[in-house]
């Protein structure tokens, strides 16, 4: 089915009306873009249209109304990017050890090359001292 070149039919049961399936299927294609597997069989490989798809065929599940409003308000409360932050690490937690590690290599070695041309620099300063 060719979304885009048929006129699209919607069960207004369900959708009232054009606008609020363009707001469900941008919503349901966020979700499809950050790596959630799609509810229907499609050809389609735009993550719009398969949203499209599942809005009209309703398989997706929406809130109208005040139930809607209460939900929005929860979600601007939900920190996405920690959630990204955490799936990174969760992901590749031996990768960012390693990157620790050698962090931590390179900064013990450049605070005992920082000693050491402090130690010098007292060293040549107290040799001067005691020659005077």
């Known amino acids: 089915m060719d979304i885009i070149s048929l006129p699209v039919e919607l069960d ?42 599942e809005a009209i065929n309703g398989s997706l599940e929406f809130l109208v109304g005040e139930e809607a409003r209460k939900a929005k308000e929860e979600a601007t409360k939900f920190d996405y990017r920690r959630l990204l932050e955490d799936k990174r690490r969760e992901a ?11 962090l ?12 050491k041309a402090f130690e010098e620099l007292f060293s040549e300063r107290q040799e001067k001292g005691a020659e005077e």
Do not use: N, S
């Open 12 to 53: 207004h049961k369900k959708i009232d009306g054009r606008y609020r399936l363009v707001i469900i299927a941008a919503q349901r294609a966020k979700e499809l873009a950050l790596g959630v597997k799609p509810k229907v069989q499609t050809k389609a490989k735009k993550v719009a249209t398969i949203a499209l798809e």
């Open 92 to 102: 590749a937690p031996e990768e960012l050890t390693e990157l620790e590690k050698d």
């Open 104 to 115: 931590k290599v390179y900064l013990h070695e450049r605070e005992t090359m920082d000693k």
